[in-house]
């Protein structure tokens, strides 16, 4: 029979341990260990040389007389070639350079010439350094040019590096001939570049969201959604383009680069066809990032010969649509990362003043 032993004293348990958890540095986590980029940077240098057979005071003047440069390369407005000033290469067709001239040097009696500026594509594209030298030879003048960019565009190497050859040879064409070797028109453009705070992805879902693209882009209907037509305001008394996009390619959905893109058309009232449209966004060092913009399929317009007052217009929608993207990142991620940022400027850990934030991922432009 059982025995109620229920009156019997209970047995002592012990004291309950003393384990309240431990400190992250007691025991730290796996792969914690603060590792962090301090910085990503390309500096690259594009050098083209051609030897022409004239004598170096002729090259200089080709190359710094106005009259002569808009005859071989563009039309130049305000002070070119004169130290400390600024000056409009202008290709007249929507699209320019805005340069500020550093240094001037006319080849003496069997010495050497040099030119030297600070250019940006239509006024708003990352700043790079552009230096002519001119050597005197015995049967004429060696012309290097070398051209310098921090954290370019991925395709800078390919645009501008398959470019000064063509330069040069205009240049020496030009000598030769006395004959202008401009181009009349682009057929392919406008390409509008500026450089943004804030990583990549951080830009870019803020700036294809449907609240900002009604300020950036002027957007008065649609989405940015594959499919979609999206009406625009070019500009107050430019009138009004639908963009229709073809692709939206967001973060991480295609190799190799894993960076987002947009595809589209555009078209507006007269015209007879339709402009082909990329826009895509790349990250320019530490914490700041590419915005850029591509046109095509001019030869669709062919109707109007040539379409430059409709190429002016575009290319000046862009630079103010670029903008206001602008003003947004900047209220958005502030001077976290400013492009541009030389390397002797520390970076701030703690995430405050210029530098970039510690959590904005493994490769500097992810979160």
């Known amino acids: 029979m059982p025995v109620d032993d229920r009156s019997a004293p209970a047995p002592r348990l012990e004291p309950r341990p003393g384990f309240a958890g431990v400190e992250p540095d007691d025991f730290p986590l796996l792969h914690r260990n603060g590792g962090y980029p301090l910085a990503q940077d390309r500096w690259e240098r594009l050098v083209s040389q051609i030897h022409i057979p004239a004598p ?10 106005p009259e002569q440069v808009a005859r071989w390369l563009a039309v130049c407005r305000g002070g ?35 030119l030297s500026y600070l250019w940006r594509w239509v006024g708003v594209g990352p700043a790079t350094q552009v230096t002519w030298q001119l050597t005197a030879t015995p049967d004429g003048t060696l012309v290097t040019v070398v051209e310098e960019a921090f ?10 590096g398959m470019g000064w050859p063509g330069i040069l040879d205009q240049l020496a064409d030009f000598i030769r001939t006395g004959v202008p070797w401009r181009w009349p028109w682009r057929r392919m ?28 882009l002027s957007r008065t209907s649609g989405t940015l959604d594959p499919g979609g037509d999206v ?12 963009l229709t996009v073809t692709r939206h390619v967001e973060a991480y959905q295609q190799f190799p680069s894993y960076l987002p893109r947009l ?14 449209g990329h826009l895509w966004i790349e990250p320019a060092g530490l914490g700041g990032s590419i915005l850029q913009v591509f046109h095509s399929n001019w030869e669709a317009l062919s109707a109007i010969a040539p379409p430059l007052d409709e190429r002016r217009i575009l290319t000046g929608y862009w630079v103010g649509a670029f903008g206001r993207a602008a003003l947004l990142c900047q209220r958005a991620f502030g001077d976290a990362a400013p492009p541009g940022r030389g390397p002797d400027v520390p970076v701030d850990l703690n995430g405050g ?12 432009w992810s979160r």
């Open 56 to 65: 170096a005071d002729r090259v200089w003047s080709a190359l710094t007389d």
């Open 80 to 114: 070119w070639a004169t130290v400390d000033g600024e000056a409009i290469l202008d290709f007249e067709d929507g699209e320019f350079f805005l340069c500020r001239i550093r240094d001037v040097r006319e080849p003496a009696s069997g010495g050497e010439g040099r």
């Open 151 to 160: 954290n370019p565009p991925s395709d800078w190497r390919s645009w501008n």
């Open 189 to 216: 453009g406008p390409y509008v570049q500026t450089e943004l705070p804030g990583t990549t992805f951080e830009v870019w879902g803020l700036l294809t969201s449907t609240p900002a693209t009604q300020f950036w």
């Open 231 to 242: 009406g625009l305001i070019l500009g107050d008394a430019s009138g009004v383009a639908t």
């Open 263 to 276: 595809e589209f058309t555009l078209r507006r009232p007269g015209w007879p066809g339709e402009l082909e």
């Open 353 to 364: 003043g210029n530098g970039q934030r510690v959590d904005a991922g493994p490769h500097g």
